[in-house]
């Protein structure tokens, strides 16, 4: 390929981590308005939700021009479809970030104590699934996307504690119930997050290694559930 589609993979990995850093700031405010109960903090989400969006739509357009004018082949071609995906999967949790901002508004005028609901480590964690996500990305490192891939059970389990706990409460303070409603929403979204920095690892080890882990096979062509 010309130098010209050189500069311009180039130009099409900075766009990625420049979404990618706006997309982490996002989801940090997001959950940092909920531990503050900041009303302020969490409309900040929604505010910069406008510039995500447009962000994802120029990455997608510039991808689309580089298909059409370069007809790339191969890992080049791989490479491409992959910010393509991964594109929309960043575009995706933004939206989640600003699906708990909202929550964390209304949790901001809500009187019920919120002390027991500790989303700090399930936030660590899938902030840290994103950012090791990307970094998998541009590092070629196959294994540190296994990695992801593989701390998303360590989500789901958080997911799974915070519902019992949430149904325990819901039963002991029904009074309490629309806020309660409101945790259950973030522990989800938080969930969520963490299964589209999954989808971006699994694109990444597609990317460098021509192998489709998101879906296991068994001998009669049967999908086999991840572990």
Do not use: W
Not at 52 to 64: F, M, N, Q, S, Y
Not at 141 to 160: C, G, I, P
Not at 173 to 182: F, N, R, S, T, Y
Request: include cysteine.
């Amino acid at each position: 390929m010309t130098i010209h589609f050189r500069n311009e993979v180039h130009s099409l990995k900075q766009k990625i981590v420049e979404l990618s850093g706006q997309v982490e700031d996002q989801l940090h405010r997001a959950v940092e308005s909920i531990r503050c109960r900041d009303a302020k903090l969490a409309s900040s989400v929604l505010d910069s939700d406008h510039s995500i969006d447009l962000a994802e739509v120029r990455l997608e357009e510039e991808c689309l021009k580089i298909l059409a004018l370069h007809q790339p082949v191969a890992h080049d071609l791989r490479f491409i479809v992959a910010v393509l995906k991964i594109n929309n999967d960043l575009e995706r949790i933004g939206d989640l970030a600003v699906n708990i901002a909202e929550r964390a508004i209304f949790l901001a005028s809500d009187t019920m104590p919120g002390t027991e609901y500790d989303f700090s480590s399930m936030a660590n964690k899938t902030s840290a699934m994103v950012r090791e996500s990307l970094d998998a990305l541009l590092r070629e490192d196959v294994q540190l996307a296994a990695h992801v891939r593989e701390s998303d059970n360590e989500v789901d389990e958080d997911h799974r504690n915070m519902y019992e706990q949430i149904k325990k409460s819901i039963r002991q303070a029904p009074q309490h119930l629309d806020a309660l409603i409101h945790l259950l929403s973030i522990s989800r979204n938080l969930e969520r997050i963490a299964d589209h920095a999954t989808n971006i690892a699994e694109d990444v080890i597609y990317l460098y290694k021509g192998e489709i882990v998101r879906h296991r096979f068994d001998s009669d062509g049967g999908t086999v559930p991840h572990s």
